[in-house]
């Protein structure tokens, strides 16, 4: 009976040296039994914040806790979440995502017009000039496609270019005018066009072109009419074949074009003696440096020593069959071997002591040559 008592009386001792177990551990019975060692910390992912527990909290979403023995729970920082009870740790926000906020549960998707290409951030990136995002939770931004321009940061989608506007390059802020002689009708265009013949536009950023006045002319991409051209030749013109074409012997600005003069070859006629109907024969090499090209016949005399006729079989069609006058131009064909035959119609009395003819090709190569024809005086 003595040793029962003893034995209770003991085991009462005990129970009054027993502390309530800390913050962040626990026990079965709250207690350490009077031995520290028998509270147990709490684990990763849990906590405890009151003394003598008999187990540990789970940490809530937006929480963690990655050490044992802790009486709290950490929150996320920004740019990071936890969806999840009893987490060690916050998963960043992905590519595309954001979060502000501490202790949030989830990430944010980026809004229309940013993107954000790195993890663990707290903001998405504006969209720069040039670009666009018309999706949410991206992680980058698209160039703003050819014919399309974004002046302003942070947009969801890109402008047509205006009419009398282009671009043909990706991702650009702003749209090029088209220049004088061209036009862009549509919206979103990727080049402008030039302007048909016999219309013009003076103006940058032109959605159409203007038809020239009556009597007026001109080539296509012009930025205005002209009278050159219209095949009436007035006195600012040294020539006008009612085109506005080159290489054809008379250019976009009524001026001869220059050629290279070829050798000629005379049919040994004695100039000072021809006589009325006496033909003169004058042919050239075969020009093969500008084979196909036009070509160009002068008679460049003060006084005609003779009225020309033309065999026009022989060459090609003229535009008058008369050669008889002041730095006459006729325009030839695009044959490659020339000959020409010319027929005195009638002698006249010269004050000048001599005459020439040329014939050359245009753009040609070969070495610069001419025939002088010379009468000298009696």
């Known amino acids: 009976m003595t040793s029962l008592f003893i034995s209770f009386l003991f085991f009462d001792l005990t129970r009054l040296q027993a502390a309530s177990c800390p913050l962040g551990t626990f026990s079965e019975t709250g207690d350490d039994g009077g031995n520290p060692a028998n509270c147990t910390d709490c684990s990763p992912g849990t906590f405890q914040d009151l003394t003598g527990q008999t187990s540990c909290n789970d940490c ?7 050490d044992f023995g802790q009486h709290y729970c950490v929150a996320c920082d920004e740019g990071s979440f936890q969806g999840n009870y009893g987490a060690t740790d916050c998963p960043l926000c992905l590519p595309g995502t954001y979060q502000t906020d501490i202790g949030q549960t989830e990430c944010i998707d980026c809004n229309y017009g940013s993107s954000q290409d790195q993890s663990g951030q707290s903001s998405c990136v504006p969209c720069q000039v040039g670009f666009y995002q ?6 980058e931004c698209l160039p703003c496609a050819a014919g399309k321009f974004n002046a302003e940061t942070g947009e969801a989608f890109c402008d047509a270019c205006p009419a009398g506007s282009y671009t043909d390059l990706t991702g650009q802020s702003a749209c090029l005018y088209c220049e004088p002689g061209t036009f862009a009708s549509d919206e979103g265009s990727l080049t402008c066009t030039s302007c048909p013949a016999d219309t013009f536009t003076s103006e940058s950023g032109s959605s159409s072109c203007t038809a020239c006045p009556e009597n007026l002319v001109a080539a296509e991409g012009s ?4 009278a050159c051209g219209n095949g009436n030749l007035d006195d600012s013109e040294a020539c006008d074949d009612a085109n506005l074409d080159s290489l054809d012997g008379c250019d976009v ?3 001869f074009e220059s050629y290279t003069e070829l050798a000629l070859f005379n049919s040994g006629i004695n100039f000072s003696t021809l006589t009325t109907g006496e033909v003169l024969s004058l042919s050239a090499p075969n020009p093969s440096a500008s084979s196909g090209l036009p070509f160009q016949v002068s008679l460049a005399d003060e006084s005609c020593l003779c009225t020309w006729s033309i065999n026009p079989a022989s060459f090609g069609e003229f535009s ?3 050669i008889c006058s002041t730095s006459l131009t006729i325009l030839g064909t695009t044959q490659a071997d020339l000959s020409l035959s010319l027929t005195c119609n009638e002698v006249e009395s010269p004050t000048t002591y001599h005459q020439s003819l040329r014939i050359g090709s245009l753009q040609a190569e070969e070495v610069s040559a001419s025939c002088s024809l010379k009468r000298r005086p009696n």
Request: net charge negative.
């Open 134 to 139: 018309d999706q949410l939770g991206q992680d």
């Open 253 to 255: 600005s009524c001026a």
């Open 223 to 226: 930025s205005a009419c002209q």
């Open 320 to 322: 008058d069959d008369s």
């Open 60 to 66: 809530p979403p937006g929480f963690y806790q990655s």
